[in-house]
T-cell receptor, first 113, second 110 residues
Framework: DAEITQSPRHKITETGRQVTLACHQT?????MFWYRQDLGHGLRLIHY???????NKGEVSDGYSVSRSNTEDLPLTLESAASSQTSVYFCASSALAGVNEQFFGPGTRLTVL | GQQVMQIPQYQHVQEGEDFTTYCNSSTTLSNIQWYKQRPGGHPVFLIQ?????EVKKQKRLTFQFGEAKKNSSLHITATQTTDVGTYFCAVSGGYQKVTFGTGTKLQVIP
């Protein structure tokens, strides 16, 4: 069965360190998204991609970067982790056409100390 | 970007009572999606509404899109403990991406 996975599921890091969160989908979806979820803010879009070599900034992109070298993966990098980036991170994907239902990964809980 | 307000933020109901959450926008929406997130889980797509005045049902869940396409509601009849979770609406925020509401957290008291 097709799926979307994230790793690690939990991560503790220190302020200033570079952190990369992995997202891998086997739906063969063109669209991939990264969100962060914080209490009271719902899901906020960090970055998204419509296909290989395409990346776009979302509403809360400062301090984050992504790259899309293939269809399956969209890793999210925190260049220099800050305590404000402590959050739960969700990756999602959707098909190019039709109902753009988003399929979410299980999430990564990141703590920056 | 597209803004959407979702109310209430929290709702506690006795098992068997009904529940409704509302999503409101100041602008006309092209479509609206609803997702459910169980505690500790990830959001799961429930439905998409596209047409003005559209009403769709999934068992005890009824979804409605307003006539002016500026608001939507999700109504659950006779809640069960399995309905516990946070319900999000999501509106089109541009080509192929959506903006999520802040969610309504539902707690069902047995």
């Amino acid at each position: 069965d097709a799926e979307i996975t994230q790793s690690p599921r939990h991560k503790i890091t220190e302020t200033g360190r570079q952190v990369t969160l992995a997202c891998h989908q086997t739906w063969n979806h063109n669209n991939m998204f990264w969100y962060r979820q914080d209490l009271g803010h719902g899901l906020r879009l960090i970055h998204y991609s419509y296909g290989v070599q395409d990346t776009n900034k979302g509403e809360v992109s400062d301090g984050y970067s992504v790259s899309r070298s293939n269809t399956e993966d969209l890793p999210l990098t925190l260049e220099s982790a800050a305590s404000s980036q402590t959050s739960v991170y969700f990756c999602a994907s959707s098909a190019l056409a039709g109902v753009n239902e988003q399929f979410f990964g299980p999430g990564t809980r990141l703590t920056v100390l | 970007g597209q803004q959407v307000m979702q109310i209430p933020q929290y709702q506690h109901v006795q098992e068997g009572e009904d529940f409704t959450t509302y999503c409101n926008s100041s602008t006309t929406l092209s479509n609206i999606q609803w997702y459910k997130q169980r505690p500790g889980g990830h959001p799961v797509f429930l439905i998409q509404l596209v047409k003005s005045g559209e009403v769709k049902k999934q068992k005890r869940l009824t979804f409605q899109f307003g006539e002016a396409k500026k608001n939507s509601s999700l109504h659950i009849t006779a809640t069960q403990t399995t309905d516990v979770g946070t319900y999000f609406c999501a509106v089109s925020g541009g080509y192929q991406k959506v903006t999520f509401g802040t969610g309504t957290k539902l707690q069902v008291i047995p």
